[in-house]
């Protein structure tokens, strides 16, 4: 599906994140090692991990998303730790820009947890029997 190597933007920075957690109230998933916290909804969204909206999403290591199509586009950036899925890997840093339609199932990788920024407009439809294998 190539759709993202012309999407993939690495930030040449010197990029230097501090990632702290204080006050906030990560939500678990029903897949084990994966949390979120909502930062915003989309406007008459209904709230939740597959509604339209801003979120982090934090994966510890070896632990992954299930499969699932973006309803909208998906915007991610890379806070800390990293991730790979079926077109790549990507690390603290890295912007992507995932098209409607697309599908991935992202994967933590590494030894510290990946901690992802995510903006998913119109959400998200985790695809059945979806596991979490990038």
């Known amino acids: 599906m190539g759709y993202l190597a012309d999407m993939e933007v690495h930030l040449q920075t010197g990029l230097d994140l501090a990632v702290t957690s204080v006050g906030v109230t990560w939500r678990e998933t029903s897949s084990p090692g994966v949390s979120w916290c909502l930062l915003a ?3 008459g969204a209904a709230g939740g ?5 801003t979120v982090l999403i934090r994966m510890d290591p070896g632990c992954g998303y299930p499969a699932h199509r973006h309803l909208g586009v998906e915007e991610v950036l890379v ?7 079926a077109e790549g890997e990507y690390r603290a840093g890295d912007y992507l820009r995932y098209p409607p339609g697309s599908v991935h199932a992202p994967v933590a990788i590494g030894d510290v947890p990946c901690l992802l920024f995510a903006t998913a407009r119109d959400g998200i439809e985790v695809l059945p029997g979806g596991g979490a294998s990038g």
Not at 49 to 53: I, Q, T, V
């Open 49 to 53: 991990a597959a509604a339209g909206g």
């Open 79 to 85: 806070l800390a730790g990293g991730y790979r899925d």
């Open 41 to 43: 909804t989309e406007a």
